[in-house]
């Protein structure tokens, strides 16, 4: 699957792009097939069997279509919070000495 992007850099990682809208839609598939699945498996249907096995499967692979994008924007965020509560902590310093 060379058309999926897997290395983002932090400002392309923030933009809606394909690996998005696949995981929009595989989401909703997963989770249908998941359920469905597991009902008819818990019914010893062999048919729940199969599409408990396709859901697993579809939900690992939005997993890998999606994962390396949030990954990014995650750790992006992270670095923001980072810095923010710093910046507050030298505010806060601030003005504990001069009060």
Known sequence: MGYIKRDWKPWE????????WIAII??????????????????????????????VFLTWLMHWVIDPKL????????????????ELERNARWEEING
Not at 13 to 20: C, N, T
Request: net charge negative.
């Open 13 to 20: 990682a923030d933009e809606w792009r394909k690996e998005d």
């Open 26 to 55: 595989l989401s909703p598939i997963c989770y249908i097939l998941l359920m469905v699945g597991t009902v008819l498996s818990i019914l010893l249907n062999i048919w729940g069997f199969v599409l408990l096995a396709v859901g």
């Open 71 to 86: 990954k990014m924007i995650s750790s992006e965020y992270e670095k923001k919070q980072h810095d923010y509560l710093e």
